[in-house]
């Protein structure tokens, strides 16, 4: 495949996303024990959770915002830079002195500021979204691969993690810093925003001479070959007349660019600034109620996720599974990160396997969205289940390979679940409408702590399980539904093809194109 500055940018945005899951991730198997080495209590512990978690909903409000408002590239150096002050704070931690409580309190500030600025993947996907919105089909597969990040980054961090925590509970803090640095370092060095990509492919030039000859190159040409090309540019209306019946639809659209069917709006430099009619956008993202019944789905799942997190740990750390020390002991803690750790590989990469190869091949079987999240949600609530009776550490490796099989198909169906749905009816605003169930999740990920905490130390392990058993049921129950109303309003086919059409034209060669000719929804289930 050649390497495009289209496809280097989305290796670019792969590696600022495994960056700030690595950080996650390598942290995730010591968070527990290092917060209780300074002294919190189980109840404390939960409290740190939620404060991340809801740092992240403030910083999935203003930062999606700053995405669609000034540049994401801009946004996503701001991020990783944020996420090595919040990794690094968190490691010193260890050194402050424990009067007043002094260590305590530094890992809080760094957990906060880890939420402000640790969550790049509704930036990820926006900027995705954006980069490929003219292949729906490509785009599906990258969201997919972005979205695997998640199961590859705890097969190949959590276990370092926890066998680097054996020398300092601090050490995965510290190392998560230095490689945000880096991160931080790559980003502002390589990335590009999608408007300076594609003039680096060739297309979008802004001189008139560039104007003139890509005006004249498709002239002779019929408007079939010129979409199978995918590289000729718009011609005149007096072309467009000429062309064969196989280019009626491009014709069309030539036509209506001189009926000024779609206003160009000046930018400071002089150029026209090209961008989809602002009608086909229906009301805010934050009114639409299909949006909403997804973000209560991921609310769901990250209950769910943050409860498995927290749980682990505190399972483990009971006599009956034969870990290294005594109860409570730095010993014991320590083999507990280790042991996370290694639990973290099966979930990870059947996780993996099941995201891509097989979510990919049931796809391309004709199976939807909709029934690869039911299967995977059914495995998954009965796996959680079924850590409510396991006894010794193998059932919970089996147990956690079952939640690891169905999250995948489960991932692989939802993060797909919105693409279409937002890239269709808010393509202004894609950060933004990404970021809005992605808050849902955040608040999940929020409240699960608070909800885990008093459901352990009140009900005790049994009953914790059987919690995270229902909050994954719920999930899947809430997703299905939205996925029956999202295929509700999506475009029929015949629809779904003209678009391409125009995306293709107008994200190749950024001219305007008019949508007016074309026939939208009626009415929108909102």
């Known amino acids: 495949m050649e390497l495009t500055a289209e496809v280097f940018a989305f290796y670019c945005c792969i590696m600022v996303v495994f960056v700030d899951l690595m950080g996650q991730h390598f942290t995730m198997a010591v968070l527990v024990p290092y917060t209780m080495d300074v002294g919190a209590t189980v109840e404390e512990v939960s409290y740190f ?69 640790g969550g790049t993947m ?26 695997a990040t998640f199961s590859v980054a705890p097969i190949a961090m959590s276990p370092i993690g926890g066998a680097v925590a054996t020398f300092g509970l601090n050490l995965p803090f510290l190392i998560s810093g230095a490689v945000a640095l880096l991160g931080f370092l790559f980003a502002l060095k390589y990335m590009k925003d999608v408007a300076d990509v594609r003039k680096a492919d060739g297309f979008g030039g802004s001189s008139e001479e560039e104007a003139a000859a890509a005006e004249g190159e498709g002239e002779g040409e019929t408007a079939g070959a010129e979409m199978e090309r995918g590289d000729s540019v718009l011609d005149g209306a007096e072309a467009a007349e000429e062309k064969s019946d196989e280019g009626d639809e491009l014709a069309h659209i030539r036509m209506s660019q001189r009926d000024g069917a779609l206003a160009e709006e000046e930018q400071e430099d002089g150029t026209a600034r090209l961008s989809r009619p602002k009608d086909r956008v229906q009301g805010s993202a934050w009114c639409d109620s299909t949006i909403w019944l997804m973000g209560l789905g991921y609310g769901c799942l990250g209950m769910a996720m943050v409860m498995i997190m927290m749980y682990l740990p505190l399972m483990l750390e009971e006599d009956k599974f034969g870990l290294a020390g005594t109860f409570g002991s730095l010993d014991r803690k320590e083999d507990v990160a280790k042991t996370v750790g290694l639990v973290a590989i099966p979930q990870g990469l059947v996780g993996f396997i099941f995201q891509t190869v097989v979510y990919m091949q049931l796809s391309s079987r004709g199976w939807s969205d909709k029934v690869c999240m039911l299967l995977g949600g059914v495995v998954m609530t009965g796996s959680a289940l079924g850590l409510s009776f396991v006894d010794s550490l193998g059932l919970v490796f089996v147990a956690m390979g079952g939640v690891g099989l169905g999250q995948g198909l489960f991932m692989g ?6 693409t ?102 009626t009415k929108r289930i909102v």
Request: aromatic share 12%; proline share 4%.
């Open 49 to 117: 959770v939620s404060a991340n978690m809801a740092c992240r909903i403030v910083g999935n409000f203003f930062m999606p915002w700053l995405s669609d408002k000034t540049s994401r590239k801009l946004t996503m150096i701001i991020s990783t830079f944020g996420s090595f002050v919040a990794y690094t704070v968190s490691g010193m931690a260890q050194y402050v002195s424990a009067e007043n409580r002094g260590d305590f309190y530094t890992l809080l500030a760094g957990r906060i500021l880890g939420g402000l600025f």
């Open 122 to 147: 509704s930036l990820a996907i926006a900027y995705i979204t954006e980069l490929t919105m003219y292949d729906m089909d490509k785009l599906k597969l990258r969201i997919t691969v972005v979205m």
């Open 413 to 418: 169906a939802y993060s797909n679940l919105p």
């Open 420 to 521: 279409s749905y937002i890239a269709k009816f808010y393509p202004h605003n894609i950060a933004e409408a990404r970021s809005v169930p992605v808050n849902f999740l955040y608040g999940g990920l929020a409240a699960g702590p608070l909800i885990a905490g008093q459901v352990y130390t009140n009900e005790g392990q049994k009953l914790s399980w059987i919690t995270v058993s229902a909050a994954f049921g719920m999930c899947t129950a809430i997703l299905c539904f939205a996925a029956t109303r999202i295929e509700a309003n999506l475009l029929d086919p015949d629809q779904v093809v003209a678009e391409e059409i125009q995306h293709r034209v107008l994200l190749e060669t950024h001219a305007p194109v008019s949508y007016t000719h074309l026939t939208l929804p």
